[in-house]
């Protein structure tokens, strides 16, 4: 994963669900940073997640996760 981040960007930690992850979030899975690099609808409001290193993760409308999201202020 790569470790640069824009300058003038701030990291901040974040509660996402399948409602609101984005692309570039960073998730800490089994103490391992994963950057979501695409995103595909699921059924009921379920989301699969893929990551940078081509791992998916499934996440539910309940699932609550806590990423890292790099805040751009212009």
């Given at each position: 994963?790569?470790?640069?981040?824009p300058?003038?960007?701030?990291?901040?930690?974040?509660?996402?669900?399948?409602?609101?992850?984005q692309?570039?979030?960073?998730?800490?899975?089994?103490?391992?940073?994963?950057?979501?690099?695409?995103?595909?609808?699921?059924?009921?409001?379920?989301?699969?997640?893929?990551?940078e290193?081509g791992?998916?993760?499934?996440?539910?409308?309940?699932?609550?996760?806590?990423?890292?999201?790099?805040?751009?202020?212009?």
């Amino acid at each position: 994963m790569k470790t640069w981040t824009p300058s003038g960007a701030m990291a901040a930690p974040v509660e996402i669900t399948s409602t609101n992850v984005q692309r570039g979030d960073i998730i800490q899975i089994g103490g391992q940073p994963c950057r979501v690099t695409d995103l595909f609808q699921l059924p009921r409001g379920a989301k699969r997640l893929l990551f940078e290193s081509g791992e998916l993760l499934t996440i539910h409308p309940r699932t609550r996760l806590v990423a890292v999201r790099v805040l751009r202020r212009w």
